[in-house]
């Protein structure tokens, strides 16, 4: 079978979106000998030319045109199937006779009001038309799944939840291996870490707010945040500004994964006090390294931690800095976290995800 991919999300500074397609793939590439893949971006994306059987089209424009210019060069390819794991965009447009399968990752165009403008008017003219032609649709997550069948009547049997996962490379670093790490970035020894792209969905309002009262107690401690500028990003940055203690509160931009993991390793805990998520992947990311989480109590979020993190609600800046507290203050805490976090980590696999998508383009 011939499968035509979407990859363009999936280079340098990719986010969720882009980290389920780069590791959804690489691990389905890994297993998979026999399907022909040509995966189209705007330049070739790192990751893939060890495989014999997938072709990198690299198609040099912006916006929509490369859309219609990936969508003109499927017609010669006579692909079988097209695969879209973060657009909605051409799937709308196929032709009957190439079956297709969407990534619905979230709803948050429909159910969250602060978000990006440009991205709420492109779901909601394409959405709809890209589910009425697909065959299947994936969600990254159960909670998704209910939104879409609540939000568009969609069939439950054409949908199959494929989670998400952490890397491989996210894995418990002993401080003792990460002397060098900090005396080259000059950490605080005390911190609380926060990572994802800086938008109002991700709560860093009140995240700001919930450390500044948070610090009332604890003065010796900081607020690290890693996450490239998303949407209305200016905010925050005013927010920290004017806070009387914006001295320790550090936002680093998009980092490596080498340089995550070891934030990960070395903070007291993760704080992703996020809106609304469609899966959530920082906090497995966290547990994976053997890091605590505090997350919302919201949408799949939930679904993402089990019992192994300290859920809050994030409209609530009190509820944020008692957590923190908490984990400030009770060792034993955070070592049953750390433990348990490990454990609910384990339950989620790229290689596993990749199997099951494979098993279901049998379809």
């Known amino acids: 079978m011939k499968i035509a991919i979407d ?13 389920f397609t780069f590791h959804l793939l690489r691990n389905l590439f890994e297993i998979d000998k026999e399907n022909e893949y040509l995966l189209y971006s705007q330049h070739k994306i790192p990751g893939f030319e060890e495989f014999p059987n997938v072709k990198q089209i690299a198609i040099n424009s912006k916006g929509f045109m490369w859309h219609i210019k990936v969508f003109l060069d499927l017609q010669k390819q006579k692909i079988d199937l097209y695969f879209a794991p ?34 709420i008017f492109i779901e909601k003219l394409f959405l709809k038309a890209a589910l ?40 418990p670093i002993p401080k003792t291996d990460l002397t060098e790490f900090i005396k080259k970035t000059d950490l605080p020894e005390k911190f609380f870490l926060s990572v994802g792209t800086l938008e109002p ?13 948070f610090h009332n107690e604890h003065p010796d401690y900081h607020l690290i945040i890693v996450g490239k500028n998303g949407w209305q990003y200016e905010d925050i940055y005013q927010q920290i500004k004017q806070t009387r203690i914006s001295e320790k ?109 494979l098993e279901g383009l049998t379809f």
């Open 201 to 213: 969905r991700k709560n860093y309002l009140s995240l700001v707010t919930a450390f500044s009262k």
């Open 249 to 357: 509160i550090h936002t680093l931009g998009y980092l490596s994964t080498t340089s995550l993991a070891s934030l990960y390793s070395l903070a007291t805990a993760l704080v992703f006090p996020s809106f609304y998520e469609g899966f959530g992947i920082p906090p497995l990311e966290a547990m994976q390294c053997g890091c605590p989480v505090i997350c919302s109590n919201n949408s799949s979020l939930p679904e993402v931690v089990g019992d192994a993190a300290l859920l809050i609600d994030p409209q609530s800046s009190n509820q944020i800095a008692e957590a923190m507290h908490d984990l400030a203050t009770k060792p034993a805490l955070r070592e049953k976290l750390r433990e348990e976090g490990l454990t609910q980590a384990k339950k989620f696999s790229w290689k596993d995800s990749a199997e099951k998508f």
């Open 132 to 171: 009425k032609k697909s065959e299947k649709v994936v969600t990254v997550s159960q909670n998704t799944k209910n939104d879409l069948i609540e939000r568009f009547d969609y069939p439950k049997s054409q949908i199959e939840v494929i989670s998400c996962a952490a890397a491989r490379e996210f894995q």
């Open 86 to 119: 973060t657009s909605y965009i051409i799937p709308a447009f196929l032709p009957r006779k190439i079956r297709s399968i969407i990534v619905v990752h979230d709803l948050v165009a429909f159910l969250f009001k602060g978000h990006n403008k440009k991205a």
């Open 7 to 19: 990859i363009k999300e999936a280079g340098a500074t990719k986010a969720g979106k882009g980290y």
